[in-house]
């Protein structure tokens, strides 16, 4: 890690909201609002990686009460900035451990955000951790990608995702491990700048299987947010996690 706010310090906060722009355009956050309120209904949500606020913000302005966890003081500096950043409250902390009060009726986690965590382990305690929260019939909610292994070429562990005059950008994989970095140059005044963060990425299958460790059951699993049917073309997945009623 580059500091106490882990790989998304001050830097990377400055320009967050920008480098990720098409993530906050409102056809895009309007059908996870739709769902998680669906989900919260007259109950708390809790958000995992709550970072700048792109979800929890409109979905306290819908009338949810929202909480956050969040390790980057960065990140959490810009949602306070934002109209409203003051009705929501954060607690500084890894998500895959930190516990806040009260129980909730959603706990989500959403833009691939589950796959910070670079350990199988921290990633099972995540499911333990959210379903600790839950209410029972509360639900957990992760929006992630599945594993685009199948572009890699025979040989290659690199996947590009983004080429521009100014900017490259790739995934790479080690199917070994399930290990994987995202991968950006940038070109500034002529030098290229090169940062990268690590992941784990994870498979669908696997998901559910923490989710039993953790006493949650499969309840929905879509592509997007429109609750499309996931399918084995679907690069990425909203999956619902449910806990027992008893």
């Known amino acids: 890690m580059l500091d106490e706010d882990g790989y998304f310090g001050e830097k990377i906060a400055a ?3 920008d ?7 409102p056809d895009v956050v309007g059908p996870v609002v739709d769902v998680l309120a669906g989900l919260a209904g007259d109950g708390r949500a809790l958000e995992l990686g709550i970072g700048t606020g792109r979800i929890a913000l409109p979905l ?9 966890i969040d390790m980057s003081r960065a990140m959490v500096a810009r949602l306070r900035g934002k109209p409203g950043g003051d009705a929501v409250g954060v607690t500084i902390g890894d998500f ?7 129980q909730f009726t959603v706990a989500y986690l959403v833009f ?36 685009e292994l199948r572009r890699l070429p025979p040989g290659q562990s690199a996947v590009p995702f983004r080429i ?10 080690d199917p070994a491990t399930q290990a994987m970095s995202s991968h950006y140059v940038t070109i500034v005044d002529g030098r ?21 460790l953790a006493g949650l059951r499969l309840r929905d699993r879509w592509e997007d947010w429109n609750r499309a049917p996931f399918t084995g073309e679907s690069t990425r997945h909203v999956s619902v996690w449910e806990k027992p009623l008893s």
Do not use: K
């Not at 796959?115 to 909610?141: E, I, K, M, S, Y």
């Not at 521009?164 to 994989?173: I, S, V």
């Open 15 to 17: 320009g967050y909201d």
């Open 19 to 25: 480098d990720s722009s098409d993530m906050f355009r």
């Open 60 to 68: 306290a302005a819908r009338g949810v009460p929202v909480h956050g």
């Open 96 to 102: 895959a451990t930190t516990r806040v009060d009260g």
């Open 112 to 147: 691939n955000t589950i796959n910070n965590l670079t350990t199988q382990d921290a990633q099972v305690d995540c499911f333990r951790n959210a379903a600790a929260h839950l209410a029972p019939g509360g639900c957990f909610v992760v929006e992630v990608g599945v594993p």
């Open 164 to 173: 521009t005059p100014t900017q490259w950008a790739f995934d790479t994989y």
């Open 192 to 212: 290229a700048e090169h940062w990268s963060l690590p992941f784990r990425y994870v498979w669908p299958a696997e998901l559910d299987l923490m989710a039993r």
